[in-house]
């Protein structure tokens, strides 16, 4: 990506960078440590093969995925969040405990009614 191609306000250029549902879902498995294609499939249940792929190339593009492949049979590949990737994580954070927070309300506004 190109800074010429990024928006001039910074939250839509993160939401342009993570802004779909499964970047932030991969992003979070990935915070976890390295992953493998399957793995990642797996933790995001529901993710076809075909937009995880989408999704992992869009993010390598991007600079916040490495991805690593092994001269094996079958081959083997891993994805790892890079520095920029890892940089991500007070965002998810800040998302989880507000997140956390909406279902307490939830929870308050449903005793109260």
Not at 9 to 37: A, Y
Not at 79 to 108: C, E, H, I, Q, R
Request: net charge positive; hydrophobic share 35%.
């Amino acid at each position: 990506m190109e800074l010429k191609d990024l928006p001039k306000c910074p939250v839509e250029t993160t939401l342009k960078l993570i802004g779909e549902k499964w970047k932030i879902l991969i992003i979070r498995d990935l915070l976890n440590g390295t992953k493998r294609f399957g793995e990642l499939k797996k933790t995001c249940s529901g993710i076809s093969q075909k937009v995880l792929t989408t999704n992992l190339r869009s993010m390598e593009d991007d600079g916040l995925v490495i991805r690593k492949v092994f001269s094996e049979v079958p081959p083997r590949v891993e994805y790892t969040l890079s520095d920029v990737g890892y940089s991500l994580a007070p965002v998810l954070n800040a998302m989880a405990s507000w997140g956390t927070d909406y279902k307490t309300f939830l929870k308050l506004l449903q005793k109260r009614g």
